[in-house]
């Protein structure tokens, strides 16, 4: 079982950055896939960012448009995944959710599929003020 939690989130003005935080403990790896989701309130939950050993980084090109940047760091017993997000925009406003696969490594899965993860934290409010 693996438990995880962000943080990182908060009010920001348009263009400003953010850097959100997620620490997975328990039965992690360091090869399976982390990723990031966000929900806007009235939409469905939607792939932000990810990284798999074999897959690398992935991003929602649509959403993030070179803005964002997922980095990963590995240890023993804990992930340790950051999202830096520039030039935040209004349309970035959502909760945005960290997660963990316990099985994809990038080979024969996909990191950007909320399928692929089974593990998830509570979720960060980030607003962005026009």
């Known amino acids: 079982q693996v438990q995880l939690v962000e943080s990182g989130g908060g009010l920001v003005q348009n263009g400003d950055s953010l850097r959100l935080s997620c620490t997975a403990s328990?039965?992690?790896?360091?090869?399976?896939?982390v990723g990031w989701f966000r929900q806007a309130p009235g939409k469905d939950r939607e792939f932000v960012a990810g990284?798999?050993?074999?897959?690398?980084?992935?991003?929602?090109s649509d959403t993030v448009k070179g803005r964002f940047s997922i980095s990963r760091h590995n240890t023993e017993n804990t992930v340790t995944v950051h999202l830096q997000m520039n030039r935040l925009e209004p349309e970035d406003t959502a909760v945005y959710y960290c997660?963990?696969?316990?099985?994809?490594?990038?080979?024969?899965?996909?990191?950007?599929?909320?399928?692929?993860?089974?593990?998830w934290g509570q979720g960060t409010q980030v607003t962005v003020s026009s």
């Open positions: 997660a963990h696969s316990s099985w994809c490594s990038g080979y024969g899965c996909d990191a950007t599929d909320q399928k692929t993860y089974d593990s």
């Open positions: 328990g039965r992690t790896g360091s090869t399976y896939a």
């Open positions: 990284n798999s050993w074999a897959g690398g980084d992935s991003y929602n």
